[in-house]
Structure formats: C-alpha cells, structure tokens
DNA sequence: CCTATATATGAATATATGTTCACGTGTGAA
DNA sequence: TTCACACGTGAACATATATTCATATATAGG
C-alpha cells in the first residue's frame, strides 16, 4: 500500500534549511495580527478611509460622499477601522465625527504608494 | 414626490470639506495598486512565505514543509507573489528556487510586526 | 409626542479568494 | 523509453467579506 502523502515525505532537498527557517518564523498568533493589520488595508475603500480621514475629521454622512458609497456600507467600514484601533470617533449631537486614530498606518500607506510609483517606471 | 435617496443630498454638514479631500485623494488607478500590494500581506501564509524567503532561498517542496500545507497550496501562492514581483525563482534540474526579490516588502512586515507589539502593551 | 435626520447593525446576497483535487509538463535516473 | 519526482495549473469547492436592504437607536426640533 503505496500512502503517496501530499507533502512528498522521501525528501532529497535541504532539511537543515528547514528546520533554521521554522525556527526564525513568527508565531501564529503574531502572523493572524499582522495580516488582520494588512487586511485592513487590502481595499480601495479602506485606503481611501484612511487617506481621507488623515487630511481631516469627517463625519460619517460627507466621508460616504467622499467615498462614494452608501451611508450603511460607510459605517461598517467604519465598524471594522474602530476594532482594529485605527480610527476613534466623538459624538456632536446627531452628527458623528471619525478621525484617525493611528499615525502609523498612513506612514504605511505612504510607504507604498512611493515604492508602487518606483516600480512603474521600470 | 419625494426622492429620499441613499446619500442624504440635503445636506447640512461641511460640503468644502468634502471638496478638499476629495481632490487630495490618490486616483483610482493607484488605489488599486496600493490595495493589491496590501493584499498580497493580507493572509498569514503569504506573510510565512515572505518572512521564510527573506531568511533564505527555498525550493517549493521544502518551502511547503515549511508552511505546513500541500505543494499545490504553495505553488498557487507563489504564482501570486511572482506575478506582483515579490518572488523571483531559479530553476536547477528538476527543483525550483524561490527568493525575494523585492526588499521594501520585508521592510513593511517589520514595520507592522513591530507597531502591533507596541499596541499589545498598550 | 411626533417627525426628520444621522448613524449603527443584523440578515441576506454577491463576489472574491484560498485550498484541494486531478492532471499535465519537464527533468533526471535506471 | 520508462519511471519517479518537482512543479504548475485549471476546475471545483469552501469560506471570507463587501455591499445592500430593512430596521433599530438616538437626538434635535416643532
């Protein structure tokens, strides 16, 4: 009974190298935190929430004009920046006013905006 | 008839505000460039294969070993990272080896890595 | 109290995307 | 040539997630 295992197990190739790589990895829990970080970046929408939020405090009503997309859509975005701590918000009467709340990530937006811009002219 | 449309148009908050930043923000074009960059960091296995290849080259077999998952897995995420010009890879017979080929990504982890330590003792 | 407005949110839906599965290609060895 | 192995890839499937829709909450004004 031949078990051909997925992950061919007669290896010929470097297992020391392996091993030396594992052990540098990050764990799992700090890989989740770090994609979670980059997921919230992964979407036009998001970028442009952050962009926008870094030049000034919008409330939610003129951030969805900018955005151009629906109120509910523009708060669930929302919803998902305030878990993650990137934006906070202060309530003025009815109106609600998101600002960021996270300097570093429009350094990361920054970051790759101006290596995009070097890549493209290669 | 009253139109009540999703986007309140009567609107009682900061229109020049919204004018501001709308022609402050980055063009669509570049949003989606950007957005896929972040992407490709969006995913705890991709972030594996970036931190593993910036400690050294691997061939796909030993680089699935190290990931824990299957060699098709792999390969199919390779295929994404190649195609942005993350990954670069060199072929020798029958194996093939992958290895950065973008610097400024493994800056970026670093970046993140170290920003969300400093937001867990927060 | 009644209405209008700003925002939040759960459920449903549509779409994107990661993984598996089956198979094809190319290479080295017997 | 025949076989085994390393790798790539299309299709199917499963899951995640963005948006819409309907509705709830809160606040200001009349």
Redesign the interface.
Known sequence: MKKQK???ET?L???S??E???E???G?R??????E???A????TR??II??LS??E??V??L???LGM???ATSHQLRLLRHL?LVRFRKAGK?CYYSLDDD?VS???S???E??LH?REK
Do not use: W, Y
């Open positions: 997925d992950t061919c290896r190739t470097d297992s190298a392996v030396h790589v594992v540098r990895l990050s799992e700090e890989l989740a935190g770090m994609a970080m980059f997921k970046l992964a979407e036009p970028i442009k962009e926008a030049l000034r919008l409330c009503c003129d969805s004009v900018v629906s109120q509910s701590g109106v570093h350094e990361l937006l970051a790759v905006r290596h995009n890549k």
